[in-house]
């Protein structure tokens, strides 16, 4: 039997594609578009191994998906694949419709008519694992009760619109037609690999290059870190053991202010690499992003107790490991951060310089 990951070569996709072939050596089909965020550098160790099919392609081709799912008698599809990243969703939504929701639809609607004609054991094995996003449940107040599975949907950036969008057609897929599937939302994931348009990696590559941290308007929101590895050993769980139509939500119990997460980066470089110290000087504070989340945290409950998954990993070691892989793999990062990823920042970040003089309010 086989698995069907995609988005296979982005940031979590990547690292659960090396984390399953750790304690699995069932075959992986891996079906990656190779957007910006997707980077084959990432699976490179995996090079010749026969276990590991890598096929570029969109999620939105159906025949493609249909022909996979046949050819490799595929038993469980892993779907990553996403526009990820909320700032690009501010710039431009297109895409994020265009991937998130129609493609999450033409894969379900692949899966559907591959499943249907399934043999029935087979049939009722068969899992679509969804790979969602805490930030579908809108944003929380200081001292409001973390998100449970049953808090209500509130999307806020057009990127949570749309994995809200596709949590509700695999939803619907289902209850009308029973394909088994699987939900999670995650809170915001860090580690290897991690493109650095996201905060963490942005950070360290910033203030390792001696430019500055910029820090959304006051630095107080607050996000709950969990390490890349802790996610992957979740879903492999929810996988093996989640109960099909059911949803669970994974999180390190690790809330963090903006603010936080960058002194930790600054004090851990400030050790690991010091001829930039204090890195602390770095940090600017630049314009809030529009409709920016203030809090998400994640009540971890249900996959605790019903499957038995808790984090190995504490925000320090977790960090830790993070910001001494980015100082090791200098190549990785010079060939992720060539000319698209300069358009980016410069388009992004351009206007936004110089910086404020201190956080909103502070004088
Ligand atoms: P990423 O942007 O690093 O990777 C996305 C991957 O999907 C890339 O390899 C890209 O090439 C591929 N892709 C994009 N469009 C495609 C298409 N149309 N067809 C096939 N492949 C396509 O994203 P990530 O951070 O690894 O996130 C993976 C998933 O996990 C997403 O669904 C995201 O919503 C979810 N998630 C992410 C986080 C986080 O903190 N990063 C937290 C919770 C949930
Ligand atoms: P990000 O990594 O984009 O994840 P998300 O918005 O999906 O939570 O951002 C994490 C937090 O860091 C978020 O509150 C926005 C903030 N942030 C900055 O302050 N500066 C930056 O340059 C970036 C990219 C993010």
């Not at 419709?97 to 004609?117: C, K, M, Q």
Request: charged share 20%; glycine share 8%; hydrophobic share 40%.
């Amino acid at each position: 039997m086989t698995i069907l990951v995609t988005g296979g070569a982005g940031f979590i996709g990547a690292n659960f594609v090396l984390d399953w072939f750790q304690h699995h050596d069932e075959p992986v089909v891996n079906l990656d578009k190779l957007t910006y965020a997707g980077n084959l550098q990432n699976l490179a160790s995996l090079e010749g191994d026969a276990r590991h099919i890598f096929v570029r392609g969109d999620i939105n081709d159906r025949p493609l998906v249909e022909r996979l799912l046949s050819a490799h008698e595929v038993r469980a599809i892993v779907h990553f694949a996403a526009e990820s990243h909320v700032d690009r969703s501010i710039h431009g939504p297109e895409e994020f419709i265009t991937t998130n929701v129609n493609g999450t639809f033409h894969l379900l609607e692949a899966a559907r008519a591959y499943w249907s004609d399934l043999p029935e054991k087979r049939r009722a094995a068969f899992r679509f694992l969804h790979v969602s996003t805490d930030e579908v449940y809108g944003s929380l107040e200081l001292g409001e009760a973390p998100f449970r599975e049953t808090t209500c949907f509130a999307p806020n950036s057009p990127y949570a619109a749309s994995k809200a969008a596709s949590d509700h057609l695999v939803r619907a897929w289902h209850h009308t037609y029973g394909l088994p599937v699987l939900i999670t939302h995650c809170s915001n994931n860090y580690g290897p690999y991690q493109f650095p348009e996201k905060f963490i990696p942005l950070m360290i590559l910033n203030a390792r290059a001696g430019k500055p941290l910029p820090i959304y308007g006051d630095g107080r929101n607050i996000r709950d870190w969990l390490y890349v590895s802790d996610h992957c050993a979740a879903l492999r769980r929810v996988l093996e053991a989640g109960r099909p139509g059911e949803t669970y939500n994974i999180g390190g119990c690790n809330e963090k202010t903006n603010l936080e997460v960058v002194q930790a980066i600054c004090a851990l470089l400030d050790r690991l690499a010091p001829e930039g110290a204090p890195h602390s000087r770095l940090i600017t504070f630049v314009e809030d992003r529009p409709g920016h989340d203030r809090r998400y945290a994640i009540d971890a409950g249900r996959i605790q107790r019903e499957l038995g998954w808790t984090p190995q990993e504490s925000f320090a070691t977790g960090l830790e490991k993070t910001v001494r892989w980015y100082l090791a793999h200098d190549d990785w990062v010079q060939s992720v951060t060539s000319g698209a990823y300069r358009d980016w920042i410069e388009r992004h970040y351009g206007a936004s310089f110089p910086p404020q003089s201190g956080p909103p309010g502070v004088a």
